[in-house]
């Protein structure tokens, strides 16, 4: 994790508009800011802002990404159904391709992820924020 976050206003999310917050309940982001925004430190490209479900976190871990399980000496309480988080781009493509994809909030999913997932996919996958 980068402490060195960049200005989220000159950030675009897929939409082309000002990147908006993803979740701060629980904290999540690269920079661990609530932002699903990245930099080339960011291996995993941490830029798809997700609603959690709990068939996708038990996907997640039967494929060895455990989401559920408490690391409190990481501050990670572990997380549930209806928490937002952002998830790998790589990892989000992955289980499309399982069909296992949870939903997207498109305006806090950042505009690098588009490198990765076509938009009509992203927007076939769009959470209906309240």
């Known amino acids: 994790m980068n402490s060195d ?7 675009l999310n897929i939409l082309g ?11 999540t982001g690269w920079y661990r800011d609530g932002y699903c925004k990245t930099d080339p430190s960011d291996i ?16 997640s871990k039967a494929q060895g990404n455990d989401l559920i399980t408490p690391m409190l000496e990481y ?25 296992m994809a949870p939903l ?6 950042e505009i690098s992820a588009l490198g990765i997932i076509g938009i009509e996919i992203l927007m076939q996958h769009a959470y209906k924020d309240a």
Not at 5 to 11: E, G, K, M, V
Not at 44 to 59: A, E, K, R, W
Not at 85 to 91: F, I, N, T
């Open 5 to 11: 976050s960049p200005n989220t206003s000159t950030i």
């Open 17 to 27: 508009e000002p990147l908006q917050i993803c979740s701060c309940k629980p904290i």
């Open 44 to 59: 995993g490209q941490h830029t798809i802002c997700c609603v959690m479900t709990d068939s996708f976190l038990n996907y």
């Open 75 to 99: 501050g990670f309480t572990g997380l549930k159904a209806d928490d937002h988080w952002c998830l790998c781009a790589p990892r989000w493509k992955q289980a499309y391709d399982d069909g």
């Open 104 to 109: 997207v909030r498109l305006k806090a999913t």
